[in-house]
T-cell receptor
Framework: EDQVTQSPEALRLQEGESSSLNCSYT??????LFWYRQDPGKGPEFLFT???AGEEKEKERLKATLTKKESFLHITAPKPEDSATYLC????????????FGGGTRLMVKP | GAVVSQHPSWVICKSGTSVKIECRSL??????MFWYRQFPKQSLMLMAT?????????EQGVEKDKFLINHASLTLSTLTVTSAHPEDSSFYIC??????????????FGPGTRLTVT
């Protein structure tokens, strides 16, 4: 059974204080790992897809990396508008189109 | 590109009535649509997967007769909550996966529908 665990559950940062969010996963065969951002009362917004270990993708202050067991979402010099819940999900080769989500990390960036 | 809309965004209904939620892919053809449920401060729980023109596949524990899903076209899927009860109150989110500029793997999510059953 696919499992996705995100840590920490909640993270408070000062504006400009860089940090990383962790997503540990267990799948029989990784077809893709996805990061989403979700604001309260809204649907998840797609950020990145990573397919193989060693792959990295960047978007503004965010950088996602992938190993065979985990993915990190690095946030460099965050701003208050980066406050949101960040969700990680995996697609298994044997699970068709289904995504398995982690519990999310609630990020709060204080000015 | 890759915009998914949901309607309504918020609905209040009385216990025992049925509610229909629409999910549309606005600028791409969605070969597969997904329906999720999300409780406060929790992650998304997949309810069902639907492919255009075929019956939906429901996750374990999700009642087919209560949550009716129709995926009649490549841009529209509907979720009908039948005989709604207060415990059905939740945030329902759809997502769509299709072919957009050659990219096939991403799922794009709608903005969600807040259902409150009184």
């Amino acid at each position: 059974e696919d499992q996705v665990t995100q840590s920490p559950e909640a993270l408070r940062l000062q504006e400009g204080e860089s940090s990383s969010l962790n997503c540990s996963y267990t799948v029989s065969g990784l077809r893709g790992l996805f990061w989403y951002r979700q604001d309260p009362g809204k649907g998840p917004e797609f950020l990145f897809t990573l397919y193989s270990a060693g792959e990295e993708k960047e978007k503004e202050r965010l950088k996602a990396t992938l190993t065979k067991k985990e993915s990190f979402l690095h946030i460099t010099a965050p701003k208050p508008e980066d406050s949101a819940t960040y969700l990680c999900a995996v697609r298994d080769n044997n699970a068709g189109n289904m995504l398995t989500f982690g519990g999310g990390t609630r990020l709060m960036v204080k000015p | 590109g890759a915009v998914v809309s949901q309607h309504p965004s918020w609905v209040i209904c009385k216990s025992g009535t049925s509610v229909k939620i629409e999910c549309r892919s606005l600028d791409f053809q969605a070969t597969t649509m997904f329906w999720y449920r999300q409780f406060p401060k929790q992650s998304l729980m997949l309810m069902a997967t639907s492919n255009e023109g075929s019956k939906a596949t429901y996750e374990q524990g999700v009642e087919k007769d209560k949550f009716l899903i129709n995926h009649a076209s490549l841009t529209l899927s509907t979720l009908t909550v039948t005989s709604a009860h207060p415990e059905d109150s939740s945030f329902y989110i759809c997502s769509a996966r299709g072919i957009l500029a050659g990219v096939v793997d991403e799922q794009y999510f709608g903005p969600g529908t807040r259902l409150t059953v009184t």
